[in-house]
């Protein structure tokens, strides 16, 4: 099994800290990596509208989005942490082939939307402090690339030490503008009370928390939590949720001081001298000295800006190397990786400033969060499946209480992005010059992607109803045997499947052998994680299969015969093979379905491709 980010993987030891504080300080630090992407300058935007329009009425809804990332960022910590599977690789594990490389094109299009975002983002501070051209901005950014590879070379804690500094930064930098802007107190706390002045409000709000959640954020921290080398104890484990959940608490929270800050400010400066229209960085940059009167203002304004930047391109970098590590099983040069991501995002970026002009910087801010809001949904959901199955989480799932408070967030979230992209598709639509390619090609799009977002949703219901049914023998479960005779075949295999196939092979493999022969009944585990994993897949369906086949052989073997087991993984046609290649026996025995023509496209020919791959003589007996 690859271990997610492999390179760093384990790399740091919590064994040796005795005290509570050094146990806390040594877990402290994927959190920090994370909370970057809720203060990225995707979130600026935002912010600014909604204190520029509304003062500080929106403040609660920072204060909500914030405990509804707080919650999902725990639950994906939760599943690196016990599973040792980053979200990637747990959903390569559960959906076949044709789903997960949907899942991985439509995660790594949010990378390079997420990537876009930063790009820009740093950019414009640099362009603001320095004066350089917009491009030569965008340039300047590949070479944060080259010192993310350096910080990863000296280890995570470094890499960490770094992030945490620059969100430091950020903070004090927001710190200090409170303090110039000298916001009404009184007003900032009336704003932690829900209300909505209007529909423009609404509509502001649902960027809010549409800006605030991070996809590409849920795959990372799965990943980055398995950073820890930990005691893999119950306890151990317990420990480790307690503390991720602490480091997760605190540098959230400073997310949401960053937020509250920016939009606080726009509140205290430019909603207070009627300026309610500025969601430009740019605008708000430019304004800040002469409403403040302070020439430092702006500045801590763009080294913010540019730290945030800086910040959001490093873990967006990180997670795009999770991502294709985790979905396609394909790991390449990290240096390769990260250069493809920032390149992703540069060519567009640079494409739209040389064809356009600077001025439509802030319109490339909103679409790169639209389509974040496209993929937001395929990674809540597989994540509340997984951290809710027994079996997955070994005793560690969530309770029902959060099970339904995580699809009341989920709920909201997808809902109001869904609504965020109907509405920028509707505006397209009725804008365009030419709305027929729009309904030809974007239309059709969405309505795909709706329709994968319900599979995703019930489709672990459907199966696991199914394997309540199928994962269960009936309680009055017995063979009807035929007349036993005696064969020379001594050494007998039985392809088995838990379907009404089995009863007539079994049956004739005993008319072959008697009752002096030795059986060994064979069965292949079928998931897709049996495929990519092999024996070293322990998930719900092997774990059931397993069971089944120790039932069969208790109930033959209180018949009077010789059985034993085998459990393969993988494909029926590879695996059954292998298994009786390596054994010592005279004949298999296998049943078939009966079924022809459009039915083996369907369901696959595995007698047809096993035939040739084998040995010994093929006994296939036809289910009538």
């Not at 492999?6 to 040796?16: R, V, W």
């Not at 079928?526 to 092999?534: D, N, R, V």
Request: one cysteine or more; proline letters at 3%.
């Amino acid at each position: 099994m690859n271990k997610s980010l492999e390179d760093i993987n384990q790399s740091i030891a919590t064994d040796g800290k005795k005290t509570g504080f050094r146990k806390i300080l040594a877990f402290i630090g994927p959190a920090y990596l994370i909370s970057v992407g809720y203060m990225d300058p995707g979130n600026w935007a935002t912010d600014l509208a909604g204190g520029s329009q509304f003062g500080y009425t929106l403040i609660w809804v920072l204060l909500m989005s914030n405990l509804m990332a707080l919650l999902l960022q725990s639950l994906s910590a939760r599943l690196g942490i016990v599973t040792q599977r980053d979200l990637a690789q747990a959903s390569r594990e559960t959906y076949s082939p044709f789903i997960n490389y949907i899942l991985y094109f439509l995660a790594e299009i949010a990378i390079a939307a997420c990537d876009l975002a930063e790009v820009l983002g740093m950019a414009i501070g640099i362009n603001l402090l320095t004066g350089l051209p917009l491009i030569y901005g965008v340039l300047i950014t590949v070479l944060d690339t080259f010192l993310l590879l350096f910080l990863i070379n000296k280890g995570m804690r470094k890499m960490e030490a770094f992030i945490i500094a620059l969100v430091l930064i950020i903070g004090f930098s927001f710190i200090f503008e409170i303090l110039f802007a000298e916001p009404e107190m009184g007003k900032v706390l009336t704003g932690l009370i829900p209300t909505l002045p209007n529909k423009a409000a609404l509509y502001i709000a649902i960027g809010i928390i549409g800006a605030t959640v991070m996809p590409h954020n849920l795959y990372l921290h799965s990943s980055l939590v398995q950073t820890r080398k930990f005691d893999r104890s119950k306890a151990g484990i317990k420990q480790a949720l307690k503390y991720n959940f602490i480091d997760s608490t605190i540098a959230l929270n400073l997310a949401f001081f960053v937020n509250a800050a920016i939009l606080i400010l726009a509140a205290a400066t430019f909603y207070k001298n009627g300026l309610f229209h500025v969601a430009e960085i740019q605008d708000a940059h430019q304004l800040l000295a002469p409403i403040l009167g302070n020439k430092w203002a702006p500045i801590l304004f763009a080294v913010a800006l540019i730290a945030a930047g800086q910040s959001s391109t490093i873990t967006g970098t990180l997670a795009g190397q999770i991502i294709m590590e985790g979905y396609l099983n394909l790991r390449i040069q990290p240096w390769v990786r990260r250069i493809i991501t920032r390149l992703i995002a540069i060519v567009p970026a640079v494409i739209v400033i040389l064809v356009y002009g600077e001025s439509a910087t802030g319109k490339m801010l909103i679409f790169s969060q639209v389509i974040l809001s496209l993929q937001l949904g395929f990674a809540i959901i597989p994540l509340i499946h997984f951290v809710s199955d027994k079996s997955k989480m070994k005793g560690f799932h969530i309770g029902k209480v959060t099970q339904i408070t995580s699809w009341i967030v989920a709920l909201i979230i997808v809902s109001l992005n869904a609504k965020l992209v109907f509405d920028e598709i509707s505006r397209w639509l009725q804008t365009s010059d030419n709305p027929t390619f729009l309904w030809l090609t974007v239309v059709p799009l969405a309505v795909g992607f709706s329709i994968l977002l319900l599979y995703i949703v019930f489709k672990p219901f459907i199966t696991k109803a199914k394997q309540e049914v199928q994962n269960h023998l009936p309680h009055n479960f017995e063979l009807n045997f035929y007349k036993v005779a005696t064969y020379n075949k001594k050494n007998i295999a039985i392809s088995v499947d838990f379907s009404d196939a089995d009863q007539i092979a079994i049956n004739s493999a005993f008319e072959l052998g008697g009752k002096e022969a030795h059986y060994t009944l064979i069965h292949v585990v079928e998931t897709i994680g049996a495929i990519f994993y092999g024996e070293n897949i322990k998930d719900h369906e092997t774990t059931i299969d397993e069971k089944l086949l120790l039932e069969y052989k208790e109930i033959l073997m209180s018949k009077g015969f010789n059985i034993d087991i085998l459990l393969g993984f993988g494909k029926p046609n590879e695996a059954i093979p292998k298994i009786v290649n390596e054994g010592v026996f005279d004949i298999l025995v296998m049943g078939t379905h009966g079924h022809t023509g459009l039915k083996d496209i369907l369901f696959g020919t595995t007698v047809d491709k096993l035939r040739h791959k084998i040995s010994i003589p093929l006994f296939i007996v036809k289910n009538k």
